[in-house]
């Protein structure tokens, strides 16, 4: 029953949407501040602390975000119009930049989601969805083969709704209320499958995939704690203090003890009690704080494989060369594997967008995500690799492939090529043709450029020479 199945699927989503926000407070900066002091300290300090972050959760995230690009696709095996009509799909549908969204919200959350389905002209619509608003359930014992899928939001003026889709019908729901109420009778589904593709971050074989900011959340509560301690210590500690003993309270007359003296740089303290003495209490060294914060970031960069550059903990000093290679190369496998898991997800997209247009094509489970090389490199490094491998034969629309180029820009460069032929094969029609020299005999004079030709033409001797020295060497025995 179609409401069964709304009622099943809102509360599955309820249920997942306390750790997505958490998610997503984590990654905004909106930590829990000062969750472990005392309440004296927050009471008096809490206002300070309201606008402070010191968030590194959003620096992890954007860290492998910018280098998840997809630049093409390769629907097919062999070269045909699928690629292109995959690129007018893409484009049509914003996802250059809705991509990037979609692959931030599944680094943040684990999972996000793409709906695919058909607007009035036939043509593909590729909507990207938040977890928060989405949720599907698998068919029991698969991973992979969906039963249903929601989408439940609100319109503006906070009113709720949801769409069901089951592979034969889609309905809509009206969400206000003590229980959802059915609007209309439902309308069958052309794809004959549940048009919710999910984008898995990590995907595990049980379990839910998991967020990028799962083990980072423990160390960043630590980081937060230890720095608004050292904050706190710097209010109360952070220049000397003078003290006096031996000396008589005064009061006002008020009873309160009032201040003896007015300190300042120019002043002289006197006390003529004779048992009054005078210290100053250093001032705390917050170096400990300091430390304790460097080795909870450099936790924390081991843990994410992000460089110790990106946090500063080499302490500002940026490497170089080899070594900026080699401190960004979890960073880079990092980047590859979500590559993995995201681009099984995109494949599915495309392969539903053909499906709306009625091409199935052998429903394309050939079919690639182009990436975009996830490594930084300067210029020259690139280019020098890039002709080791023309050396070694690799074609040269794969090397405008591997230099960045988008398959759209390939395409041009081809027919930029063929009419650069066409252009010079129109302007050596046009000039005009070398005369052959003639000698006084009326025969034809060769020219210097003619040898090459001429031996060209030349009869091949064969193993004459060879024969001929065989039988004038007396030397040889017979």
Excluded: C
């Amino acid at each position: 029953m179609p409401i069964e199945w709304v009622n099943w699927l809102y509360s599955k989503l309820l249920r997942k949407k306390a750790d997505y926000q958490k998610y997503q407070r984590y990654y905004d900066g909106e930590h829990q501040k000062l969750v472990f002091s005392k309440a004296r300290y927050l009471n008096e300090y809490g206002y300070i602390f309201q606008q402070w972050s010191d968030n590194f959760s959003g620096l992890i995230i954007d860290s492998v975000n910018e280098r998840l690009a997809i630049d093409g696709f390769r629907m097919t095996e062999e070269a045909t119009d699928a690629d292109k009509m995959a690129r007018e799909i893409w484009q049509r549908n914003y996802m250059d930049s809705e991509s990037n969204t979609a692959n931030l919200e599944a680094l943040i959350n684990g999972i996000s989601y793409v709906i695919v389905w058909g607007d009035n002209d036939g043509e593909p619509v590729l909507s990207v969805e938040s977890p928060l608003e989405v949720v599907v359930e698998y068919k029991p014992g698969s991973r992979r083969d969906l039963l249903a899928g929601a989408k439940f939001y609100k319109d503006a003026w906070g009113r709720e709704y949801g769409t069901l889709w089951l592979p034969d019908r889609v309905f809509k729901f009206d969400m206000n209320g003590l229980a959802a109420k059915a609007i209309g009778e439902g309308e069958p589904n052309p794809l004959g499958e549940v048009p919710i593709v999910p984008l898995m971050n990590r995907s595990r074989l049980a379990g839910e995939p998991v967020s990028d900011l799962q083990p980072v959340i423990p160390i960043q509560d630590a980081i937060n704690k230890v720095t608004a301690d050292a904050l706190v210590a710097s209010e109360y500690a952070a220049w000397p203090q003078r003290y006096v003993t031996g000396l008589e309270i005064q009061l006002d007359e008020n009873g309160n003890p009032r201040e003896p003296w007015n300190p300042g740089a120019a002043k002289i303290i006197q006390a003529e009690a004779p048992d009054a003495k005078f210290g100053t209490f250093e001032a705390a060294d917050l170096s400990n704080y300091v430390n304790l914060v460097d080795m909870l970031v450099q936790h924390l960069a081991a843990v994410t494989r992000i460089p110790f550059s990106y946090m500063l903990a080499n302490k500002g000093s940026a490497p170089s060369g080899e070594s900026n290679a080699t401190a960004e190369a979890g960073l880079i496998a990092k980047s590859k594997d979500r590559m993995t898991h995201l681009g099984e997800g995109y494949e599915r997209v495309m392969r539903l967008a053909f499906k709306v247009k009625g091409k199935h094509e052998d429903e394309m489970f050939s079919a690639e995500i182009i990436w975009r090389d996830p490594e930084n490199r300067t210029e020259a490094q690139h280019m020098d690799a890039l002709m080791k491998k023309k050396e070694l034969g690799v074609p040269r629309d794969q090397l405008l492939s591997d230099a960045g180029y988008t398959p759209a820009q390939i395409e041009r460069f081809r027919e930029m090529r063929i009419q650069d032929a066409k252009d010079l094969a129109e302007i050596q029609k046009h000039m005009p043709k070398p005369e052959a020299s003639v000698g006084p005999d009326g025969k034809p004079v060769s020219q210097p450029g003619d040898k090459a030709a001429a031996m060209a033409k030349k009869a091949p001797q064969g193993n004459a020479g060879n024969q001929a020295r065989k039988t004038n060497d007396t030397t040889r025995p017979k």
